[in-house]
């Protein structure tokens, strides 16, 4: 089973990235996918998750900037992170759960916004 996580780099105050996941050795409908983010200092924290269906959740700080999906057919889920802010300068986590709950973790990619 692999994860593997792309689409980081440096970008101006107010630019946009889209992250993506892509995933291998699972049945990727079946697995909720989460992105995460850990900034220098702080503490990993959740960004937005989507489940194995149509459910959505986003942590209030990027709300109505980010906007998870996912191709199933490609096996690859997508972070569209748009009017990015420095604060938003961290290392982006991809993870997906399992039916049964295993949790599997991409290697991260960063993401910095300079001001």
């Known amino acids: 089973v692999q994860l593997q996580a792309s689409g980081g780099g440096l970008v101006p105050a107010g630019g946009s990235l889209r992250l993506s996941c892509t995933a291998s050795?699972?049945?990727?409908?079946?697995?909720?996918i989460g992105w995460f983010r850990q900034a220098p200092g702080k503490r990993r924290e959740q960004v937005a998750i989507?489940?194995?269906?149509?459910?959505?959740r986003y942590a209030d700080s990027v709300w109505g900037r980010f906007t998870i999906s996912r191709d199933n057919g490609k096996n690859t889920a997508y972070l569209q992170m748009n009017n990015l802010k420095p604060e938003d300068t961290a290392i982006y986590y991809c993870?997906?759960?399992?039916?049964?709950?295993?949790?599997?973790w991409g290697q991260g990619t960063q993401v910095t916004v300079s001001s």
């Open positions: 993870m997906v759960r399992t039916p049964s709950h295993n949790d599997y």
């Open positions: 050795g699972f049945d990727f409908e079946d697995l909720a």
């Open positions: 989507h489940s194995s269906g149509t459910y959505t």
